[in-house]
């Protein structure tokens, strides 16, 4: 309590009056010390509270390396750190993320992302930590890298790093924006999906096929026909992925007309657009748009036997298959 009001003298006599001393004992002295300022004497006494015998715990650590973020020499962080190795705290989560914490605000990079690659349970505060260590040092692609690594280990805490990546000029391109829209959908986020890709286009970057491709996986009715209109104006309609994008969406939310008419505009349908095409006539019961889509797929394979083709003979096959369930599951309609 004296502590906390930075009363250091009543702190300390009754610190100095206990009869037995402790790890919480200690740790509240050096952490009052450290709020008053007095930097120096609270990383002595983490240093006494040893030579008398108490052994720091994962708070005091992670007090004292909150402290030698903002002061003390390199050395002693080093040496701090080796000390949490050999007390068995390298695999406490907090204490790794005031690790690297206090490497970052030294400029020491390849230290903490040493110590975060070596954390077995990263939580959001790991991932957000190394993140900013990137962002404060200047290192924008090492970041925009690090949090597609962090999308794909689905951590959740998606709002953090988006306010990180705001900070990094420069770096929002083409590249980053769909690395957080995918972050988002993967992580339950579609609405802050969609909005992404709107503040996208305010901010004057022109969306690429994998951004369209990305953001129409939100599958959000009004936001669909948005984000439609977007691919006319920027005439990538008639690409293979953003047209299959398309009209699976549209698919996915029962507009099978609409997905047809996307479909035909596709210029070079590959194997995904017409088993994505064959697959929602199936799905709506559709018996004779389904066989009007695989006669032109059969024709169009025939046709251009001699040929480079998109489709080959194997597709053909694979859809016969998929042709087939399609065909039971009407039947059971």
């Known amino acids: 309590m004296y502590m906390k009001n930075e009363d250091l003298v009543d702190g300390e006599r009754v ?3 206990m009869p037995e001393k402790n790890a919480v004992s200690w740790t509240s002295l050096l952490a009052g010390y450290s709020l008053s300022g007095l930097v120096d004497q609270a990383i002595g006494i983490f ?3 040893q030579a008398e015998g108490a052994k720091p715990n994962p708070l005091t650590f992670a007090t004292v390396l909150g402290i030698l973020a903002d002061n003390g020499a390199v050395d002693k962080r080093i040496q701090v750190h080796s000390m949490v190795a050999k007390n068995g705290f390298k695999s406490t989560t907090f204490v790794s993320n005031s690790l690297i914490n206090m490497y970052s605000k030294s400029g020491m990079v390849r230290d903490a992302r040493a110590v975060f690659d070596n954390i077995e349970n990263r939580n959001a505060d790991s991932w957000n930590a190394m993140v900013a260590d990137f962002v404060s040092n200047d290192l924008g692609l090492e970041a925009l890298k690090l949090f597609y690594q962090m999308r794909i280990a689905g951590c959740s805490e998606m709002d953090e790093a988006l306010r990180l990546f705001y900070t990094m000029h420069g770096v929002w391109n083409v590249v980053s924006w769909p690395a957080m829209i995918s972050g988002y959908l993967q992580n339950c986020g579609a609405e802050q999906a969609v909005n992404l890709f709107c503040q996208l286009r305010r901010e004057g970057v022109r ?11 939100a599958h959000h009715t009004a936001s669909l026909f948005q984000i439609h209109a977007q691919v006319i104006k920027t005439n990538y309609e008639n690409s293979s992925s953003v047209g299959t994008a398309l009209l699976d969406a549209y698919i996915k939310i029962g507009h099978i007309s609409e997905a047809a008419k996307v479909f035909e505009l596709i210029e070079e349908k590959d194997i995904v657009a017409w088993s994505a095409m064959l697959a929602g006539y199936a799905q709506t019961g559709d018996t004779e ?15 251009q036997m001699s040929l ?24 059971t309609q």
Do not use: C, I
């Not at 969306?207 to 996986?217: A, I, K």
């Not at 695989?294 to 025939?302: D, R």
């Open 207 to 217: 969306p690429n096929d994998f951004t369209y491709s990305t953001v129409l996986t």
């Open 289 to 303: 748009g389904a066989v009007e889509v695989f006669l032109q797929l059969t024709k169009e394979v025939f046709s």
């Open 47 to 49: 240093f006494q509270m």
């Open 308 to 331: 480079p083709s998109p489709v080959s003979s194997m597709h053909v096959l694979v859809l016969l298959q998929q042709w087939s369930r399609g065909n039971k599951l009407m039947e």
């Open 15 to 17: 610190f100095n009056e």
